[in-house]
């Protein structure tokens, strides 16, 4: 069987250090296991790259230690991925502020991930979020994705 193709955001990889919800950073390193053990296929966007840089140190460096964990597979922001963040906001599913969050859609949809993996509930993990996306891949002809959080992910392997 293949693997899952699983794009993270970057939500899922600050919980690694969230100590303020204990709950939700457990889960995450519980995942990020399964990750190190390479039983899913990982993508991130220059986005999550881009968003893991402005953070302040030493947070900084501590998530880059913990991608340098893992394989994963960058996704550069293409015009596709563009056309598809844009269409989001036209439609009115997320606005122009949360164009980073578009662009993490637009990836895993153009890269034909399985799932969007964030604790993003705001703009991300939403029935609207949801919704929009699924409207978007039938309009537009592209494969179904699922939007998840960690916790739903860990569920799915019990």
Known sequence: MRKLKVYLDTSVISHLMQEDVPEKMADTRQLWEMFQ???????LSTVT???IQRCPEPKK???I???NEIRFTILDITEDITAVA???IEMGILTQKSFDD???IGAAVINE???IISWNFKHIVNVKTIRGVRAITNLE???MIEIWNPSVLLESEG
């Open 37 to 43: 053990a390479g039983k899913y296929d990982v993508y």
């Open 86 to 88: 844009n269409k989001m």
């Open 102 to 104: 578009c662009q993490h």
């Open 141 to 143: 002809g592209y494969k």
């Open 65 to 67: 230690g913990y991608l």
């Open 49 to 51: 790259l881009r968003e």
């Open 113 to 115: 991930c399985d799932c």
């Open 61 to 63: 460096t501590q998530l």
